[in-house]
């Protein structure tokens, strides 16, 4: 299943699971990455970190680590596109 980090900018696609039971998992729930919700990728920092989304009509700004704990589904589309 492809990763919040893996997404191209521009690319939308809706949040899975959240890894991690941990202080960064929960933190990420309560910002308001729960499954079901749809995220954006706006764009990345110069060196490619930290990664801009667009949820819920807020901007959110994730570590490209952190975002790599959130399992996404693309739509058909949109996969097909990134693939390929």
């Keep these: 299943m492809p ?3 893996e997404l191209l900018i521009g690319q939308r ?3 899975v699971n959240v890894a991690g039971a941990d202080g960064v998992g929960v933190r990420l729930l309560e910002m308001g990455l729960i499954p079901g919700v749809e ?3 706006l764009g ?3 060196l490619g970190d930290p990664l801009e989304f667009e949820l ?3 901007r959110l700004s ?3 680590s952190e ?3 959130v399992e996404v589904q693309m739509d058909a589309a949109q996969a097909e596109e990134a693939t390929g």
């Design 3 to 5: 990763l919040l980090s």
């Design 62 to 64: 994730l570590r490209r």
């Design 67 to 69: 975002a790599a704990r």
């Design 39 to 41: 995220i954006r990728l």
């Design 13 to 15: 696609a809706r949040v």
């Design 56 to 58: 819920r009509g807020y």
């Design 44 to 46: 990345a920092a110069p």
